[in-house]
């Protein structure tokens, strides 16, 4: 069993109370996933997260081939970070922490993503093959979403 890691950093020109609401707000997911995954959350949510909240969604994980995913919010530590685990999904093992964090001129936002494939060798095959690539590809999709919605601000000379 592999124990697979991504981790992405991304610096935003913004407060951490002006991250906060846009990050710990379920309805925004939609948002900042990409088209080719038709990501529909398909329970009722609240307005912010908080520790326990289950959220299900329609994915489109391979092709046109919807399944579900569930997960639950395991731990909310409100302008630090939070914590999301799969119950039922595509992964084995699913552990997806955000956090934020001030620095000079802003935030730094960091995803860092524990995972596991099922299906043991065929599942590192399948990872090997088209995982990884798509993992990296919402991620970066994420990246230029968020780039777009809070450019960063040139100083006048």
Avoid at 12 to 37: Q, V
Avoid at 111 to 119: E, F, G, I, L, R
């Amino acid at each position: 069993m592999t124990i697979h890691h991504l981790t992405r950093k991304q610096f935003l020109p913004i407060t951490l109370e002006e991250a906060w609401p846009f990050f710990s707000t379920p309805r925004n997911l939609e948002a900042i996933t990409p088209g080719f995954l038709n990501f529909r959350i398909t329970s009722t949510v609240p307005d912010e997260i908080y520790s326990g909240l289950i959220i299900t969604y329609k994915i489109a994980a391979v092709a046109a081939i919807r399944m579900t995913w569930v997960t639950e919010i395991k731990h909310v530590e409100p302008l630090r970070r939070f914590v999301d685990e799969q119950r039922i999904g595509p992964f084995r093992f699913w552990f997806h922490e955000h956090r934020f964090r001030a620095v000079p001129g802003g935030i730094e936002m960091e995803d860092s993503v524990h995972y596991v494939m099922p299906w043991s060798l065929l599942g590192e095959l399948v990872h090997a093959i088209f995982i990884r690539h798509r993992l990296n590809a919402i991620f970066d999709f994420r990246h230029h979403y968020l780039a777009k919605r809070w450019p960063e601000r040139r100083e006048a000379r």
